[in-house]
């Protein structure tokens, strides 16, 4: 066997163990994960002083497969900018996302929606 013929092997060995990691990693990931699914959090944000944060929502919508949640978020900042972001996947929620009861979630909602029509005038 030449070298390239080696070469070749090797890669192919190295895309194996790369395939099987990628395996037990996404395993290990849904494990963790997969209770996840509907749960409600809230964080506290901030633009660089901690003293001036306000609340950061979250909602885990669905856990893959491969253990990934798809997440979505709502903010209203110190400044009154309203921030609603669709899902989006997430290998993790940070250790300081707090569970919260999905009512408490909700009733966020509402308020924040409520203040949403307000300024639209729609209220």
């Known amino acids: 066997m030449d070298w390239t013929e080696r070469v070749a092997k090797l890669k192919e060995a190295i895309q194996t163990a790369h395939r099987e990691i990628n395996d037990y990693e996404d395993a290990a990931r849904f494990e963790r994960n997969r209770d996840m699914a509907g749960k409600c959090y809230r964080v506290q944000n901030c633009y660089s002083s901690p003293e001036?944060?306000?609340?950061?929502?979250?909602?885990?919508?669905?856990?893959?497969?491969?253990?990934?949640?798809?997440?979505?978020?709502?903010?209203?900042?110190?400044?009154?900018?309203?921030?609603?972001?669709?899902?989006?996947?997430?290998?993790?929620?940070?250790?300081?996302?707090?569970?919260?009861?999905?009512?408490?979630?909700?009733?966020?909602?509402?308020?924040?929606?409520?203040?949403?029509?307000?300024?639209?005038?729609?209220?």
Do not use: M
Not at 56 to 64: I, M, R
């Open 52 to 123: 001036d944060y306000w609340w950061l929502y979250a909602q885990v919508t669905e856990v893959s497969a491969d253990g990934y949640l798809s997440v979505w978020t709502f903010e209203q900042d110190k400044y009154g900018n309203i921030r609603i972001d669709a899902p989006k996947t997430r290998p993790y929620l940070g250790v300081s996302h707090e569970e919260i009861p999905p009512c408490d979630f909700w009733d966020e909602w509402y308020e924040l929606f409520g203040r949403i029509q307000a300024l639209a005038g729609i209220g």
